[in-house]
Nanobody, 124 residues
Framework: QVQVAESGGGLVQAGASLRLSCAAS????????VGWFRQAPGKEREFVAG????????IYADSVKGRFSISRDRYKSTVSLQMNNLKPEDTAVYYC?????????????????WGQGTQVTVSS
C-alpha cells in the first residue's frame, strides 16, 4: 500500500507562484512514476504533469508547459510541482498520484494511489 499526501495549495493572485508538494510513503513508491492532476468545479479531472521513477523523464499538459515544473527527490520520496505565472483558469483541486509503472504517464488509468487533493485558487 502507498499513502499519498499533497500540501502547498492556497489563494494567490494571477501572475503569482505556488509550489505544491507530494509526499508518498509505502512500498515501492520511490520506484514508480508520479503525476499531478487537477479538477475544477464541474469539470473532469485532467492531467497536469508527470515524472518517471528517476526523474529523468517529465511530461506536461499543453496548458501548463513553460509555466509549471515537476521534480522529485527520491531519497525523500517527495515530488514537487512548481507553478509560475498562475492564471485564474489554473484554479482547481490538485491531486498527486502514484503510478503502478516506472515511467511518466498522462493517463489516469496508469495511476493507482491518489491523495486527497489540495485547493489552488487564483484570483484575477
Amino acid at each position: 500500500q502507498v499513502q499519498v499526501a499533497e500540501s502547498g495549495g492556497g489563494l494567490v493572485q494571477a501572475g503569482a507562484s505556488l509550489r505544491l508538494s507530494c509526499a508518498a510513503s509505502g512500498r515501492t513508491s520511490s520506484n514508480n512514476g508520479v503525476g499531478w492532476f487537477r479538477q475544477a468545479p464541474g469539470k473532469e479531472r485532467e492531467f497536469v504533469a508527470g515524472i518517471s521513477w528517476n526523474g529523468g523523464d517529465t511530461i506536461y499538459a499543453d496548458s501548463v508547459k513553460g509555466r509549471f515544473s515537476i521534480s522529485r527527490d527520491r531519497y525523500k520520496s517527495t515530488v514537487s510541482l512548481q507553478m509560475n505565472n498562475l492564471k485564474p483558469e489554473d484554479t482547481a483541486v490538485y491531486y498527486c498520484a502514484v503510478a503502478l509503472r516506472a515511467y511518466a504517464s498522462s493517463a489516469k488509468s496508469d495511476y493507482r494511489y491518489w491523495g486527497q487533493g489540495t485547493q489552488v485558487t487564483v484570483s484575477s
